[in-house]
């Protein structure tokens, strides 16, 4: 006979219920917000002026308000960024979840969450007091505040995602699986890579969407360490400005045209986020088919 819910079950299901809610409403809210804030700037500018201008003076006699170079930077800094530290979360991850002796795991386990709980302006600081001058020391440039000194930060600002999230989704592989590798013939290393890691796709590609959402997001950071100037990033070693960057430098001061081009920035950055999302549940559920 089946048993019917208790009050207790209903009360838990609706309080789930509510909080699913007001998350998607969150979301709605935000949506409807930048798009109604970021729509006139765009009329009035013209979309392909917009995305495609390759000037931004928006305290000029006569404004421009092209974002191509901030597009470009962001673009170029979220790849550079994934390209150094998907690969070494990556490894790290399958190194703590399959391989790490269990002090070793537990030393490298608080180092990740300390790295999580650091706050941004503080990888900030250390990449413009350290990483900067370095950089400039190092490759012999007039000024280190560069898109390279960006990517090297936020490679390093995501690693705590990807490697917890990774840690995470291997070690709910269920060990049935490795167990019959093993007992095939395979070496620990081929089933690690070879059965585990595709076993736990799904939860790694999270971890990478996560990181790649930081990598966009990040602010303050890439402020103190890219130069923040409107440049076309034609070199990793030219001081550049992302999407983000180019809201929280000049939102404090804007009026008019300009607070409303702000705006649409931040419309473009949350588009592109929404698409790269998209992509991925996708693929994903490509995948799965």
Known sequence: MKKKPNLLEHIVHGIFLILGLITVGCV???TVYLVVSGIPAIREI???AFLFGEKWASTS?????GI???ILTSIYGTAGAIAIGVPIGFLTAVYLAK???RRVKAVVGQAVSMLAGIPSVVYGLVGMMVLVPGIRRVFRVPDGASLLASIIVLAIMILPSI???SVTALEAVPKEYEDASLALGATPEETWFRVSVPAAKSGIAAAVVLGVGRAIGEAMAVMMVAGNAANMPNSLFQSVRFLTTAVASEMSYSSG???QALFS???VLFLFIMLVNAALNFFLKGEKK
Do not use: N, T
């Open 28 to 30: 709605l809210v935000i």
């Open 61 to 65: 006699a006569e404004p421009a308000y």
């Open 257 to 259: 045209l300009q607070r």
């Open 265 to 267: 920035i931040a419309l």
């Open 46 to 48: 013209g979309l392909v």
């Open 68 to 70: 191509l170079p901030f």
């Open 99 to 101: 391989a790490a002796p």
């Open 163 to 165: 490697i917890k999230m």
